[in-house]
């Protein structure tokens, strides 16, 4: 079961970097980018295609950084809730035996 998913994942990177390459050659174009403020050298459409895609990938990964940190901080919160809560468990069970005997 694990070749086959290594084989799909393989496979799926092949085409993946098929298509990337097939972009760039059939985007050659020379574009300069005017920001407003700035102009930007003239380069390829697919390298400033490519360009922003990877800026918008860091930003959506920044803008979840908040997310994910008090996620991470509520699931450490209530494993150690539920270890204090195991150990009263626990606790009450070996009382309960020891009432019993």
């Known amino acids: 079961m694990r070749w ?14 098929l298509v990337g390459i097939l972009f760039a050659v ?29 800026f918008g990938v860091l930003v959506g990964m920044l803008a979840m950084l908040g997310v994910y940190v008090r996620l991470k901080a509520r699931l450490s919160r209530s494993e150690r809730e539920n270890r204090q809560q195991r150990k009263e468990l626990d ?8 009432e019993l005997t």
Request: without cysteine.
């Open 4 to 17: 086959i998913k290594g084989l799909v994942l393989a496979i799926i990177l092949l085409v993946v970097l």
């Open 26 to 54: 059939n985007n050659q174009q020379a574009i300069a980018l005017n920001l407003i403020w700035v102009e930007l050298p003239a380069i390829s459409f697919s390298v400033w295609l490519l360009a922003s895609l990877t």
């Open 91 to 98: 606790r009450l069970r070996t009382q309960e035996f020891k």
